[in-house]
C-alpha cells in the first residue's frame, strides 16, 4: 500500500529491464512533484496511476517532474503525461531525452572509436549497441528547466540539490535538510552497486567522463552530508548511508586490485579483462560489463598502479 511519510510517498513501477522494479517518489511540497516517472510502457503507467489512486489522487493531479537522471526506466514514462507538464533535471539530461541526429551520430563515433581502442573485436560491436534498443523505452522530451548544484525547485522550498555524477552524468539527488531525507535515485541502491556507465564526452570537451572515477567522489562528497533516510531509485530504503558507502568503496577497492594482480601476470586489454572478470555474462551484457571493467582501469590509472602502451590503435595495460 502507498502512503504518505513525512510528504513523500514512494511508488513501485515494474520495468522490462533486468534491474527489475523501479522507485518514483510524490513529494507535497507548494506543488505536487514527481521525482522520476519510470519507463515508457504501458504497464509502468498503470502502475503510477493505480498507485496515486491509493493516495487519493489522479495522474492529472502531479504539477511537476523532477528527474534524477535520464535512464529510460526513469524517465521513459514522462511521454504518457501531458507536453505542458514542467520537467526539471540537471542540463545534462537533454542530450539523451531528446537526442538529435547529431548527438547520435557523434555517439556512435565515440563508441566506435572507443571499442577500437578497448580491443573490442568487430564481430561483438553489434552486442554493444545496446543504447538504441533502450531509447525504446525513452521519451522525447526537452527540460522545462535545470537543476544543478544547491539549487532549491519552484515549489519544493524544503529541498536542495545534491549533483551526484557517476552512475550517470545528469545525475541529481534531492536533499531535506531538515530531517535529513534524501531521494537519491541510483547513485545509492541497497542491493548492488551501480553501473558506471560510459558516456560520450560532455559537448565541448575532448576527453570522456570518467563515470567510476566521479562516482567514488560523489560517494565521498555524500558522506560529509547527514542522511537518516536515504530514500533509493531501486530497492529498500537505506538508513545507514555511510556504512553503505564504505561497503561500497571498499567493495570497489577489491575489485580493482584483482584487475590489477591480472596484470601483474600479463599485459591485457580492457576487452581480454572484461572476459576474465566477467566470463559468464560478458556477452550477453556487453555495454554493462565493459562499463565496469573500463571504470577499473580508469581507476588503477589514476592511481598510477598501471600503465598503457598503444599498438595500432589498441590499448594495451600492464602494471609497472
Ligand atoms: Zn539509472
Redesign the pocket.
Known amino acids: 500500500m502507498t502512503e504518505w511519510k513525512n510528504g513523500v510517498a514512494k511508488i513501485i513501477i515494474p520495468t522490462p529491464f533486468a534491474v527489475g522494479d523501479v522507485n518514483i517518489y510524490v513529494i507535497k511540497g507548494e506543488v505536487l512533484t514527481l521525482v522520476d516517472v519510470g519507463p515508457k510502457t504501458d504497464e509502468a503507467w498503470q502502475a503510477v496511476t493505480d498507485q496515486l489512486k491509493e493516495l487519493g489522487l489522479r495522474t492529472s493531479d502531479i504539477d511537476q517532474v523532477v528527474l534524477t537522471?535520464h535512464?529510460p526506466?526513469?524517465a521513459g514514462l514522462l511521454d504518457y503525461f501531458p507536453a505542458s507538464l514542467p520537467v526539471y533535471g540537471h542540463p545534462l539530461n537533454n542530450r539523451w531525452l531528446s537526442p538529435t541526429e547529431h548527438f547520435l551520430a557523434e555517439n556512435d563515433q565515440f563508441f566506435i572509436k572507443a571499442f577500437q581502442e578497448f580491443g573490442i573485436p568487430k564481430d561483438y560491436w553489434r552486442l554493444a549497441g545496446a543504447i538504441k534498443k533502450d531509447l525504446k523505452y525513452s521519451c522525447n522530451r526537452l527540460l522545462t528547466g535545470f537543476l544543478v548544484e544547491g539549487d532549491t525547485p519552484i515549489g519544493l522550498s524544503d529541498w536542495q540539490v545534491i549533483e551526484t555524477p557517476g552512475?550517470?552524468q545528469s545525475h541529481i539527488g534531492l536533499y531535506r535538510e531538515k530531517d535529513h531525507c534524501y531521494i537519491g535515485g541510483?547513485h545509492l541502491i541497497a542491493h548492488v552497486s551501480?553501473n558506471p556507465i560510459l558516456e560520450p564526452p560532455i559537448s565541448g570537451e575532448l576527453d570522456r567522463p570518467k563515470p567510476l572515477l566521479q562516482y567514488i567522489a560523489s560517494l565521498k562528497k555524500l558522506l560529509e552530508i547527514p542522511m537518516s533516510l536515504v530514500y533509493s531509485?531501486h530497492g529498500e530504503e537505506i538508513l545507514h548511508k555511510n556504512e553503505l558507502i564504505h561497503k561500497r568503496l571498499s567493495q570497489q577497492h577489491e575489485r580493482s586490485e584483482k584487475v590489477k594482480k591480472m596484470l601483474e601476470k600479463e599485459p591485457l586489454t580492457i576487452f581480454e579483462a572484461c572476459q576474465l572478470l566477467f566470463p559468464k555474462v560478458y556477452e550477453r551484457q556487453l555495454s554493462l560489463t565493459m562499463s565496469e571493467t573500463v571504470g577499473q582501469f580508469d581507476y588503477l590509472m589514476a592511481q598510477g598502479a598501471i600503465v598503457s602502451t598503444n599498438e595500432n590503435g589498441v590499448w594495451r595495460y600492464t602494471t609497472k
Open positions: 537522471h535512464h526506466d526513469h552512475h550517470a541510483d551501480p531509485g
